[in-house]
Structure formats: structure tokens, C-alpha cells
């Protein structure tokens, strides 16, 4: 009989401790850039730029630093807010593309107008979803 309540309590307990658990973890408490903004030049000077232009090449970010989790994990561009009002934050928001680790990519030729344009970013990965809110900026002048 002892046998029989031991078995029967093991198999409630089993029973019990099973449920869906969410695979991995994602920590972005201490997720940032260094530096945490940019200059894009709409004008663009040969002695600083001439690479850029000479490959028509992107306004490029380093990597976001500092966040943690279980790999995959998928950077999306969550939002764009700008000094400038909600269209020019949204014209900024289509050129802008956002790669692996967090870096950021704006094009050479755009169409931003000169202002402050602030970024956050969504992180991802199985089971979780986090938005680090205004985590970059990017300053555009002429």
C-alpha cells in the first residue's frame, strides 16, 4: 500500500510541475549604444566623407551593447519620433534598416529633413519581446 501512495504522489507531483514553460531568457536592462548619436550630413564634405561618397556607402551604427538572451535574437525597428512631427519622423522610419546586433543603417542619398530623429529599438527571440525606448539618436544636418 505504501508503494501504491508513493507512485500515486510522484505522479500528481509530475503531473502538476508539468506545464509550458518559456524557453531562454532576454535581458535588456543594461542595453545601449556607445556613442548614442550620430551625425548625418545631408551635405556630405569630401574631407570627412570622401569614402561614403565615393561607394555611395550608409550612415552606419556600431552594435547595441549590453543586452543578454537566448540566441536567435531579432532586432526590429520598433519607432521613429523626430522634433520635426510624425511625417518626418515616418520618412526617416522607411529609409532606416536595422541588422543583426542592433546596428543601424541610414542611406547616403535620403530624403530626411535636418532635425533630430530618435529611435527604439524592439529586441526579440523565442518566447520574448522587449523595446528599449529612445536608445539612439540620430541628428541630420546640412
Known amino acids: 500500500m505504501k508503494h501504491i501512495i508513493l507512485w500515486a504522489a510522484v505522479l500528481m507531483l509530475a503531473v502538476c510541475a508539468c506545464h509550458e514553460t518559456t524557453v531562454g531568457y532576454l535581458n535588456v536592462e543594461n542595453a545601449s549604444y556607445d556613442p548614442d548619436t550620430s551625425i548625418i550630413r545631408k551635405n556630405p564634405i569630401w574631407d570627412l566623407d570622401s569614402f561614403r561618397m565615393k561607394d555611395n556607402s550608409y550612415w552606419v551604427t556600431l552594435g547595441l551593447q549590453g543586452y543578454e538572451g537566448t540566441q536567435p ?9 523626430s522634433n520635426l512631427g510624425e511625417e518626418a519622423a ?5 529609409e532606416l534598416v536595422v541588422k543583426g546586433g542592433g546596428v543601424m543603417m541610414y542611406p547616403l542619398e535620403n530624403n530626411a529633413r535636418p532635425g533630430f530623429y530618435t529611435v527604439s529599438l524592439r529586441l526579440s527571440n523565442d518566447g520574448y519581446s522587449r523595446v528599449i525606448e529612445n536608445v539612439y539618436t540620430f541628428k541630420v544636418i546640412e
Open 73 to 81: 535574437i531579432y532586432f526590429q525597428l520598433e519607432s521613429v519620433t
Open 90 to 94: 515616418a520618412t526617416f522610419k522607411k
